[in-house]
């Protein structure tokens, strides 16, 4: 794995190209970059009332307009304090984040109150949406004493790549040149011809290769956060298999057509399925542009490229026409194109800024299936995290199909009178409680309200199948054993 | 008794017990510096691997000692076992002049006529290849220990003699190996008879061990005879009863009996060997732990585990243990027993499963409380008493054969019932077992291999894909079986030009070639044969919306190419 964060592979790196601070008036490191000192503390998805202990961290920022700061939302993740700083005095203001979007691997930081003459003599980027390739990019660093550093890369090509969630891929610029690393930086600013060109997330200091968010996505970001509500991304919810495969051609009758890639599979109540698009459905032209036979598509600007990014560039409700190649016979469709935020999915792929849901009953610790959940398993988490879990989540279109909305389960258990002999139990997927099927958290709260003549019937999909808790011995632990031996006092998080 | 699927049947107890184990192994200290007991989620390898030993070798599962198939690596140095070829040959001429030099200092210092009925076993075996199932299997050994229990009939360990290709019995003071064939084996058990091709004089005035039927108490002292370590001398250790208890049997994967620990010493080359108190024999060795895991523990089937054996194969078969097939779970809780109706007696545990295909299907069903087994009561932790004894009530079930009586009192809606059923083993249970005697079954096509699911395949491929492991957790608890019988995976393919587009999709579960649904492996070669629609073979693979397509006449023509290239003799083996 050559390709680390940039904060230690950097360090690697090989000192090789400084060049001055730009001209006096216009924009500079030390005039339109900011340092920005953020404290993350991420929720603990093991007990899921308390936070995980607060690490500090140190990053640049890109100085906008209206005295926003850009940095990325890998960053700004769980932020609980942050502050901004400017590089050569080492003042500092403390701030907040105004938005953040994770999958674009974004987010905006304005001060909390009036900031006064803090950015007086500050100079705001503008963001370069006409970039091409080969153009020369100059990416901004601070020395530890605040002195600006500047390294210089160029533009070699765009792909479709993960920012900060390894299941989203999106438009990334890769930039060649050697960047050596300075204290304290975390993702850095790339600028062209003084104007903001993107946000180095990774580089690979073997082969001096840079990933950089690009401007095009960092333009569309900020405009969405100007105009409320915001939308995001969409997310299309198919799966597609190449076909350069001639004898799969044949068995799809494509093989006097061009290119063309198969949908496999389509998730229910997402974009391509309301539009309706097909299982063995080919997709030939996206947005009027040929689809080859590994789904990329030829961009006037950027080259060969993956046709997921026409798709996902597509503006939320917007319209994307496709050609498609369904039963021997030529179809248009158009796409319209939604978001599912994260929330939306039966295990939420991604949860930060807040804790999971989850909801106390005597001992039993009950939770809505999230993905931190199961990447507590550690890297290994998809060989090593609970089966059944782990199978659900894969699975998801079975379970809502169900009409699930969250796969409620038993993480564990902190034992307690009430619920004696059940101490072994864990990572039990609820189905049933007090009769009523629990299709999540809130569910399982309203059914807890009516036990059937002073008993909790619950019941899961697996071994050992069924367990009754008496109501009111577990009431009595949630309010006394509970907070007394376990310092719990926060015994649910139903929002 | 079994242990299938992510549950231990007829034991909930021990389910408990387990997963207790993990929970400790599993919790870590996480990242904000707390530690939490039991709330991470537990490592699903854990269990997986309980079912699944060759995938990845459990560092708390008992290796065994003496002769090991399928591993041809042998874990520390647990086993007693030598490479094969020619340093063999070496090793027994070693072994035979050794023991013709020093057959007088023997004599004369006297082992005792008890000692003599106990033989030294060779056996040489074979181990068969799951990744290149067509490939004839790799020769190799090892020897363990025997010992005379009537006229020309050993009993060892099946692990000893299992996948013989040849056994020699050696005779402690006499050089001539004697060639012995196996008469009886229960891969369950671990137990096997053996007899000599010829018997001879040498045997004849032996005097065999006596087989007891009793269970040494804790903290008696015994005495463990056999050939640990090779060497052609009697080694004795000595110890006591530390512990009687179920023990996973990791001879087959899947099988859990009575054992009894002892803490004299157990070595590779042991096993097999008598496990004497006074003159009679209490138990076998048979296994135990490696030292990093536990020190001082040995284990060994007791005389219930062999006396069952021997009975079983009087008629002349063995035909394996019985099951109730069932998964049970303690009523420790009060408000269980309430909301169930049950008195306030501490009797009766709930029933959380029922195999469909089991012993108690149509009879048991699920939250039903069992409350007695054969007019033993049985208490709410799964025990019951028996001879003054506590044991868990798979005892009853243990020590019956199949079509055997057994009678149940259960509690249904609040009211006692009773009825009979009639114990069976149930063949999908054996599905993730270890198989011996057994040669890969497989069909190759086109460079695409076929394979039927099995604990020796999932561990020579290294099989990952989530629905392939979904299957071969929970056939049995889920009841796949019903849908697949014989799982068949698309485990490898040799590369070819025919195929160069579909190596990806390797380790799936095939569900339909030519509109065909696969449901055992022979149902391949079937659809395969099949004229399809436009010339054109598809596989559909479970879970895979990429259909797979094969140019029928192109694909016959790189059959006998690939067959050649990767010198695959038959293209198939269906047995």
Known sequence: MFVTRFLIAAALAAAFCFTSTAAAHGPSPEKSMLRVNITSQAWNFALPWQKMNPSTRRGLGALLSENRVLVTAELAQDASYLELEIASSGRKLVSRVEAVDYELNLATIVPVEDPGDFFAGMVPLEVDTSLKPKAPLTIWQFEANGAPVSSTAELSRADLAPYFLEDTSLLIFQANGAVQYRAGTFTLPVVHEGKLAGMLIRYNSRDQVSDIIPPSIIDRFLKDVETAPYDGVPNFGAKTAQTLDPQLRRLLKIDSLEGGILITSVTPGFSAEKSGLKENDVILEVAGHKIDSRGNYTDPDLGLLSAGHLIRSAPVGGIVKMKIHRDGKPVDVDVKMERRPASDYLVDPYMFDRGPRYLLLGGLLFQELTQPYLQLGGREWRERSPFRLLFARENQEDFLREGRRKLVFLSGVLPSPSIQGYESLRSLIVTKVNDVPVNDIKDLAGAFAAPINGVHKIEFSDFPKLIHVDAAAAEQDNKEFLPARYRINKLQRLE | ?575
């Not at chain 2, 056996?123 to 790799?138: F, G, H, I, K, R």
């Not at chain 2, 001082?296 to 585990?305: A, D, E, F, L, Q």
């Not at chain 2, 492991?469 to 009841?479: G, V």
């Not at chain 2, 190596?503 to 149902?523: A, C, M, P, S």
């Open chain 2, 1 to 575: 008794m079994r242990v299938f699927a992510g549950l231990k049947l007829d034991k909930a107890g021990k389910v408990g017990a387990l997963s207790g184990k993990r929970r400790r192994t599993s919790s870590r200290r996480s990242r904000g510096g707390s530690i939490s007991l039991n709330l991470q989620p537990e490592n699903a390898t854990a269990r997986e691997m309980r079912l699944c030993q060759k995938l990845r070798r459990c560092s708390i599962r008992p290796s065994l000692i003496g002769p090991r198939r399928n591993n041809p690596i042998p874990p520390q140095s647990f086993m007693k076992k030598h490479p094969l070829s020619l340093s063999l040959a070496v090793l027994i001429s070693l072994t035979v002049s050794l023991s013709a030099q020093e057959q007088t200092d023997e004599a004369t210092t006297s082992l005792g006529a008890q000692y003599e009925g106990i033989v030294n076993i060779e056996c040489n075996s074979l181990e068969v290849d799951y990744q290149a199932p067509w490939n004839p299997a790799t020769p190799g050994g090892g020897t363990g220990t025997g010992f005379l229990i009537g006229p020309n009939l050993f009993l060892t360990n099946a692990h000893v003699v299992s996948d013989a290709s040849r056994l020699v019995i050696r005779k402690v003071g006499d050089p001539q190996p004697y060639r012995a064939k196996v008469k009886h084996i229960a891969h369950d058990c671990d137990l096997a008879l053996l007899e000599l091709t010829q018997p001879v004089k040498a045997f004849e005035k032996v005097k065999p061990l006596q087989v007891g039927d009793a269970v040494p108490k804790l903290d008696t002292t015994v005495k463990v005879i056999g050939f640990p370590i090779g060497g052609e001398r009697i080694t004795v250790t000595r110890g006591v009863v530390s512990r009687v208890d179920y023990q996973d049997y990791s001879h087959s994967g899947v099988d859990q009996h009575l054992a009894i620990q002892i803490d004299a010493a157990i070595n590779p080359g042991n096993s097999g060997g008598p496990v004497l108190q006074g003159n009679s024999v209490v138990g076998v060795a048979f296994q135990g732990y490696s030292g990093s895991v536990a020190q001082n523990t040995g284990y060994m089937i007791p005389t219930p585990v062999i006396q069952r054996f021997l009975k079983d194969v009087e008629d002349g078969s063995y035909d394996r243990y019985v099951d109730l097939s069932i998964a049970h779970f303690e009523l420790l809780n009060p408000a269980q027993r309430k909301a169930l109706g049950l008195p306030d007696d501490s009797i009766g545990v709930l029933v959380a499963n029922v195999d469909a295909e089991g012993s108690c299907a149509g009879v048991l069903k699920h939250g039903d409380v069992m409350l007695a087994i054969d007019g033993h009561a049985i208490k709410s932790n799964g025990m019951i008493e028996i001879e003054g004894e506590e044991v868990e009530m798979a005892e009853v079930v243990e020590r019956k054969f199949s079509g055997d009586k057994l009678k149940l009192r259960f509690w249904r809606d609040k009211q006692q019932q009773e009825a009979e059923i009639t114990l069976k083993n149930v063949e999908h249970h054996l599905m993730t077992a270890t198989k011996y005697e057994y040669r890969p079954n497989y069909v190759t096509f086109a460079g695409l291999v076929f394979q039927p699911m099995g604990a020796g395949m999932m561990g020579a491929h290294n099989i990952t894909n989530l629905r392939t492991r979904y299957f071969y957790q929970y056939f049995a608890s889920d009841e796949l079986y019903k849908v697949k019988p014989q799982p068949v995976v698309l485990t490898n393919i040799m590369p070819d030009s025919i195929n160069t587009h579909i190596r990806e999709y390797t380790g799936q579960i095939v569900d339909e070639i030519n509109g065909v649904k696969i449901k055992k492996l022979k149902d391949v070669t079937e659809a395969l044969a099949k004229d399809p629609e436009g010339g054109c073979i598809t596989i559909r693979l479970l879970g895979e919306g990429r259909p797979i397509a094969l140019d029928k006449k192109e694909a016959a023509a790189a059959q006998q190419r690939i067959l050649k290239k990767y010198l695959i003799g038959e293209p198939a083996f269906i047995e």
